[in-house]
């Protein structure tokens, strides 16, 4: 009877592997090594994964399905926030005006679900962008952008039409700034030894998509209405005696 496969074990096992993979790249990552990380058996390791591929693979394939799941999130948020209090106009952005305030505080919220995301899969990103020529998962770092790049530029379509960003920007060309900044940053995060200030990230990302690089608009000065001058008062004449 097969012994049944435990669950500890996995994670110990994946934990180990991904340390591995970041550090010696997928080719160079040998079983023998994860395993012994973690204190497990090679027969462990084969009880829960066929290969070291597969098990890359899976993990993977968890950051896939986990951006997807943050971009319906975001897109229903959305939607939901237009259908509530409208949509952002210009004049919202030169006023910044509560609502638009409003949209900028979620779209910055779901920034900040994104790197912390990114920040989790750092290593995933650093082994698909330098540790897995000559594997199976040599090209697939570019089906990943490429992917993410169309349901970005897809979702900047629906936007564009909802009336809440510039219908003459290029929908592709948007998603691929988004997209590259992204990975550029992910691997900035892989060389990091603590976690950086994310809030600060997406603070930077939001106002750079929304405002550009202008400079923050100061708010508008009180001017205190200045009291008229009283007129001045024409020194009187003394009559002069008559003698």
Not at 47 to 52: A, G, N, R
Not at 132 to 145: D, I
Request: a positive charge; glycine letters at 6%; charged letters at 30%.
């Amino acid at each position: 009877m097969a012994r049944p496969a435990d669950p500890h074990a996995r994670s110990a096992l994946v934990s180990a592997a991904r340390r591995e993979f970041a550090r010696r790249g997928l080719k160079g990552a040998r079983i023998e090594d994860i395993t012994a990380a973690c204190g497990l058996s090679k027969g462990a390791f084969y009880l829960h994964f066929p290969s070291k591929e597969a098990l890359f693979g899976e993990v993977v394939g968890a950051f896939e399905s986990g951006l997807m799941a943050m971009n319906g999130r975001r897109m229903a948020r959305m939607e939901g926030f237009f259908q509530a209090h409208g949509i952002p106009g210009a004049q919202d952005r030169i006023e910044r005006s509560e609502r638009y305030l409003r949209f900028l505080q979620l779209e910055k919220e779901h920034d900040l679900e994104a790197l912390d995301w990114v920040w989790e899969f750092r290593d995933v990103s650093l082994v698909l962008t330098s540790g897995s020529q000559g594997t199976e998962f040599e090209s697939l770092l570019w089906r990943v952008t490429d992917a993410q790049v169309e349901r970005i530029s897809h979702d900047f379509r629906r936007l564009q039409e909802a009336g809440a960003m510039d219908p003459e920007l290029d929908a592709r060309i948007f998603a691929s700034i988004i997209v590259g900044s992204f990975l550029l940053l992910s691997t900035q995060m892989a060389r990091l030894d603590e976690k950086p200030d994310l809030n600060a990230w997406a603070n930077t990302l939001q106002r750079l998509c929304q405002e550009g690089t202008r400079p923050a608009s100061p708010a508008p000065s009180k001017r205190v209405a200045r009291r008229p001058r009283a007129a001045a008062e024409k020194p009187r004449k003394t009559p002069r005696k008559r003698s």
